[in-house]
């Protein structure tokens, strides 16, 4: 599984969109990017995930570099219930599974 | 959507005695679930994986006789913490897949406090 590396912590006003980033330069073809969020004591949420192209769903964008070395979830325009650990995660889809990286704690502000 | 129950959510124990903590999965059947655990303001670390009719990988450093994991069927596994001790105070989380395009998803979790 990649390792990745996130920001500690990000700040983003409501309302504006929330940019977080994801460093995973060691993933390999056939490893997929998750993201997940956890707010506080509850287990983690599923977001979106992509292997090669651009994503998007009701919760938010995902965007891959070509190199796939880097990714960004946007969460388009955030609320408070937004705030939240954010992780991303390198891993084959099916069966394998997940490392958690120390992730990014987005606090949106009113 | 896929859906995993956990229960108890909250539990609180005397040190000596053990606990189980159950994880379901509700609406689809799961080969492999996974137990992980997490400290206060750190990131889950995940603990076994739990494989339906065999035996569970347990991660390096994890004891299995402390930490029991039993698949019995494709919908459901438990975690027993034998012989718990206050360091064994922590919050426990399972989860599971409906399929390789959906990723994994997580019970609500397990706050467990050994007194």
């Known amino acids: 599984d990649a390792k990745t590396t996130q920001p500690p912590s990000m700040d983003c006003a409501e309302g504006r969109a929330a940019n977080l980033p994801c460093n995973h330069s060691?993933?390999?073809?056939?490893?997929?990017v998750y993201w997940y969020r956890q707010i506080h004591s509850q287990g983690p949420q599923y977001i979106i995930h992509?292997?090669?192209n651009n994503e998007t769903n009701e919760m938010a964008s995902l965007i891959i570099t070509e190199d796939r070395k880097s990714s960004t979830l946007i969460l388009p325009h955030a609320t408070l219930r937004d705030t939240a650990v954010y992780y991303c995660i390198g891993s084959t889809s099916g069966t394998y599974k997940y490392i958690f990286g120390t992730g990014t704690r987005l606090k949106v502000l009113a | 959507g896929a859906v995993v129950s956990q229960h108890p959510s909250r539990v609180i124990c005397k040190s000596g005695t053990s606990v189980k903590i159950e994880c379901r999965s509700l609406d689809f059947q799961a080969t492999t679930m996974f137990w992980y655990r997490q400290f206060p303001k750190q990131s889950l670390m995940l603990m076994a994986t739990?494989?339906?009719?065999?035996?569970?990988?347990?991660e390096q450093g994890v004891e299995k006789d402390k930490f029991l994991i039993n698949h019995a069927s494709l919908t459901l596994s438990t975690l027993t913490v034998t012989s718990a001790h206050p360091e064994d105070s922590s919050f426990y989380i399972c989860?599971?897949?409906?399929?390789?395009?959906?990723?994994?998803?997580f019970g609500s979790g397990t706050r467990l406090t050994v007194v």
């Open positions: 989860s599971a897949t409906s399929g390789p395009d959906y990723g994994y998803t």
């Open positions: 739990s494989n339906e009719g065999s035996k569970a990988t347990y």
């Open positions: 992509g292997l090669k």
């Open positions: 060691t993933i390999s073809g056939n490893e997929y």
